[in-house]
């Protein structure tokens, strides 16, 4: 990310420590509290989450689990969204829903300020293509007062990433990418170019994951788990990728972890990017 943000390439994405679908409390709260507290054991220093996610309950669960943080531990969240009564989705960026929702995770998550804010621009099949000058304007002032340390995005595209970088420097984007879903080939090399991170939002396949032939094969190859071998592919894949993949369990934690450590020869390199080609 910025100079100023260093985080460990390896994070933790907290989306799956609330209910079914994101919503409501999970059915087991310990299990959310250990699977937290294991990932700074780890040493891992960058947690994605969103006040979205419960709603409130993941970033209250974060508090119960971390408070006082560690001071090496970066907290990013998402606004942009909000949970309707039936667990729907609905957007949410008008300038009093974005600093409502700022203050929410400053508040369920015990901080004067957040390490990183991004802004979720609309789109279930990709990103809408509308501006976000107006949204990401409201949070470059909520920077300037000092409830926000540091701007990302999305869900955006190229474009969107040049208008919001005309307003305030850009830290971070979070698009769909993975193995499979190659879109942002072209968009990683020019954030990488600009100093920006890239954070691979369902780098597993999300919903779907992952299912390959190939993947199987280099994973049995290489005597890990399939899903070890993609997230090491996202880690080859640019220095500028930071990976932020999500679990309930301690025990997937701990192999999501190894995927760090897990050296891809150059042949098996070859296979895995044929995948997405």
């Known amino acids: 990310m910025a100079a100023d943000l260093t985080v460990t390439r390896m994070g933790y994405g907290a989306m799956q420590l609330a209910g079914p679908r994101v919503f409501g409390p999970p059915a087991d709260r310990d299990a959310a509290?250990?699977?937290?507290?294991?990932?700074?054991?780890?040493?891992i220093t960058h947690i994605d989450t969103s006040g979205y996610y419960g709603p409130r309950v993941t970033n209250q669960i974060i508090r119960e689990a971390l408070y006082p943080y560690p001071g090496d531990l970066q907290i990013v969240t998402k606004v942009g969204a909000e949970?309707?009564?039936?667990g729907g989705w609905p957007t949410a960026l008008a300038p009093e829903q974005l600093r409502a929702q700022?203050?929410?995770?400053?508040l369920d998550l015990g901080l004067d300020a957040m390490?990183?804010?991004?802004?979720?621009?609309?789109?279930?099949?990709?990103?809408?293509?509308?501006?976000?000058?107006?949204?990401?304007?409201?949070?470059?002032?909520?920077?300037?007062?000092?409830?926000?340390?540091?701007?990302?995005?999305?869900?955006?595209?190229?474009a969107h990433v040049t208008e919001a970088q005309s307003i305030a420097p850009v830290?971070?984007?979070?698009?769909?990418?993975?193995?499979?879903?190659?879109r942002d080939d072209d968009l990683i090399g020019s954030l990488a170019a600009a100093g920006i991170a890239f954070v691979p939002f369902f780098p597993l396949g999300g919903f779907s994951p992952l299912q390959s032939g190939t993947l199987d094969a280099v994973a049995e190859r290489l005597g890990v788990a399939p899903m070890t071998v993609a997230l090491a592919w996202l880690l080859h894949r640019s220095p500028n990728v930071l990976l932020i993949p999500g679990t309930s369990s301690v025990a997937h934690l701990r192999e999501n972890v190894t995927?760090?450590?897990?050296?891809?020869?150059?042949?098996?390199?070859?296979e895995l990017d044929a995948i997405g080609s």
């Open 33 to 43: 509290v250990a699977v937290l507290r294991e990932a700074v054991e780890l040493g």
């Open 83 to 86: 949970r309707d009564a039936s």
């Open 102 to 106: 700022v203050e929410e995770n400053l």
């Open 115 to 158: 390490d990183v804010v991004n802004l979720r621009n609309p789109g279930q099949r990709g990103p809408e293509p509308a501006s976000i000058a107006g949204p990401f304007t409201v949070l470059a002032e909520l920077q300037q007062k000092g409830l926000i340390r540091h701007l990302g995005l999305s869900n955006v595209t190229a």
């Open 171 to 182: 830290a971070c984007v979070q698009n769909y990418y993975n193995l499979a879903n190659r």
């Open 259 to 270: 995927a760090a450590d897990l050296a891809l020869p150059a042949d098996a390199l070859a």
